[in-house]
């Protein structure tokens, strides 16, 4: 159960929703699941909160989180814009940094999701069931740009960056 979510400022690259954080109290994340470049956590609520890390959002744990860490994370430093409690099997701080602030949030009505602008013209997961080299061949046909720039467009292959396509 999600409690005491605050954030610091109005906005990250977009604003937060409205009555972000009351829309988040008491909602119950149902799991966390990942399209493209989003993270997407169903709520009890009925909304599904979306999370777009941007280049350098980052969430940080602290507290009884199940598993262990590397190293600690920093907790509220200079670029964290939004921190909530989760309670469940732990008590756990959840913080998200971003220090260029290029990341945003949203929250969707779950039946939504695969409908919002944010996600409507996304191509295939590169690991899904629905890829394939076949597919991947009709969707670059006809196209006269360089390869890099043709599975950067998220239209082609969803979720793919600039390290994973120089790769």
């Given at each position: 159960?999600?409690?005491?979510?605050?954030?610091?400022?109005?906005?990250?690259?977009?604003?937060?929703?409205?009555?972000?954080?009351?829309?988040?109290?008491?909602?119950?994340?149902?799991?966390?699941?990942?399209?493209?470049?989003?993270?997407?956590?169903?709520?009890?609520?009925?909304?599904?909160?979306?999370?777009?890390?941007?280049?350098?959002?980052?969430?940080?744990?602290?507290?009884?989180?199940?598993?262990?860490?590397?190293?600690?994370?920093?907790?509220a430093g200079k670029h964290?814009?939004?921190?909530?409690?989760?309670?469940?099997?732990?008590?756990?701080?959840?913080?998200?940094?971003?220090?260029?602030?290029?990341?945003?949030?949203?929250?969707?009505?779950?039946?939504?999701?695969?409908?919002?602008?944010?996600?409507?013209?996304?191509?295939?997961?590169?690991?899904?069931?629905?890829?394939?080299?076949?597919?991947?061949?009709?969707?670059?046909?006809?196209?006269?740009?360089?390869?890099?720039?043709?599975?950067?467009?998220?239209?082609?292959?969803?979720?793919?960056?600039?390290?994973?396509?120089?790769?």
């Amino acid at each position: 159960t999600l409690s005491q979510t605050r954030h610091n400022r109005p906005d990250l690259r977009f604003p937060f929703p409205e009555r972000f954080a009351e829309r988040l109290d008491g909602a119950v994340v149902e799991r966390i699941e990942r399209r493209a470049k989003y993270l997407l956590m169903p709520l009890s609520t009925g909304e599904t909160w979306v999370t777009h890390l941007g280049m350098t959002g980052r969430f940080t744990l602290d507290g009884a989180a199940p598993g262990a860490f590397e190293t600690d994370a920093p907790v509220a430093g200079k670029h964290e814009h939004f921190s909530l409690i989760a309670e469940g099997a732990a008590r756990t701080r959840i913080g998200y940094a971003d220090a260029r602030r290029f990341g945003f949030m949203g929250l969707i009505p779950t039946p939504d999701v695969e409908t919002h602008p944010w996600f409507a013209g996304l191509g295939p997961e590169p690991l899904g069931n629905g890829f394939s080299g076949a597919g991947l061949a009709a969707a670059l046909s006809g196209r006269k740009q360089n390869i890099k720039v043709s599975l950067l467009d998220q239209r082609i292959v969803a979720g793919l960056g600039n390290i994973y396509v120089c790769e």
